[in-house]
């Protein structure tokens, strides 16, 4: 069975700073391009990041880049999002995304990041 699970989401004030993670089982990791994704409430989901199945390429919105960096460790089957210079914009459910690979894709449930003063 395929999980996703992240953590790191929070409260944190305009300008700072957080690392999701997004730890994944059940699948073999190295084989799939991870994305990042937010929904901020009444809003549609956005791509935030993506980072190539070796993580060698990362690319990024003009909303983020910048201020997110994506990486990934294939030996620990973990994905993160560093995140910095935060803004209340930025509040949102962020979700990981793993693939498509072989037509097959899979979400995590998300965490919360709010960022307000």
């Known amino acids: 069975q395929v999980q996703l699970v992240e953590s790191g989401g929070g409260l944190v004030q305009p300008g700072g700073s957080l690392k999701l993670s997004c730890s994944a089982s059940?699948?073999?990791?190295?084989?799939?391009?991870m994305r990042w994704y937010r929904q901020a409430p009444e809003k549609e989901r956005e791509l935030v990041a993506t980072?190539?199945?070796?993580?060698?390429?990362?690319n990024y919105p003009d909303s983020v880049k910048g201020r997110f960096t994506a990486s990934r460790d294939n030996v620990a089957n973990m994905l993160y999002l560093q995140m910095d210079s935060l803004k209340p914009d930025d509040t949102a459910v962020y979700y990981c995304?793993?693939?498509?690979?072989?037509?097959?894709?899979?979400w995590g449930k998300g965490t919360l990041v709010t960022v307000s003063s």
């Open positions: 995304n793993a693939g498509p690979w072989l037509g097959i894709e899979y």
């Open positions: 059940g699948l073999v990791f190295s084989n799939y391009p």
């Open positions: 980072i190539t199945s070796a993580g060698t390429i990362t």
